[in-house]
């Protein structure tokens, strides 16, 4: 059984799949199971736990309030879950994987060299380095699939453990022939030129959007 996943229960991957695609038919599909096995299995779980976990809006699947609880919870679960299995599973002096993620500015320019520093003292590290957005970076940490992020911009502070570790100007740029280049100007001058933004979960786009 090495390398499964033992402490997780098949009803609760069963819900993080459906929370994820949220449709019964593409998760069962995606599961290798019949849509009835993956209704009874959500059934189970609202009987034990005594809720609904799932509730339709017209023809739209969305999670109730129980149901949001039930997947941060899980989230955590399946992270400690293969946490543990990778400790146990350890021997002495092998070598320790650390996963990474990090948004593209810090992933491209500041993490390389401390990673650099890192590994010339401690070499029995080896890093894994993820560079996204930090919307789609907290999603992975929250599946286990990183240890730990380093982004930029807003996240819910309630919800994750967290340390400053810099502060940086947030500055604007434009071209050589830029009318705008060299003046200082209001926001709302900049209305009649095209502003290019990063992709929906970037933290920079999220900083804007705030002063905005």
Not at 129 to 135: A, C, E, I
Not at 165 to 173: A, D, I
């Amino acid at each position: 059984m090495k390398g499964e996943n033992i402490m997780l229960d098949n009803r609760v991957e069963t819900f993080l799949a459906l929370c994820d695609i949220m449709n019964y038919t593409k998760t069962a599909e995606t599961l290798h199971i019949t849509q009835p096995a993956v209704t009874q299995q959500i059934r189970w779980l609202e009987e034990y736990y005594g809720c609904r976990l799932f509730s339709y809006q017209g023809k739209v699947l969305r999670l109730t309030e129980k149901g949001e609880t039930l997947r941060r919870l899980a989230q955590q679960m399946t992270a400690n879950a293969q946490g543990i299995l990778q400790e146990m599973q350890r021997e002495e002096n092998t070598e320790i994987h650390l996963r990474i993620g990090a948004t593209k500015t810090i992933g491209d320019y500041m993490l390389p060299p401390i990673m650099v520093d890192f590994l010339q003292e401690y070499p029995q590290y080896r890093l894994h380095l993820t560079v996204d957005n930090t919307g789609k970076l907290l999603h992975m940490m929250e599946e286990g699939k990183i240890d730990f992020a380093i982004v930029e911009g807003f996240f819910d502070k309630e919800k994750y453990d967290f340390t400053l570790y810099k502060r940086e100007r947030f500055l604007g740029v434009c071209g050589k022939a830029c009318p705008l280049r060299g003046k200082s100007i209001s926001l709302w001058e900049t209305h009649t030129e095209p502003l290019i933004l990063r992709e929906p979960g970037s933290g920079t786009r999220d900083i804007l959007e705030e002063l905005l």
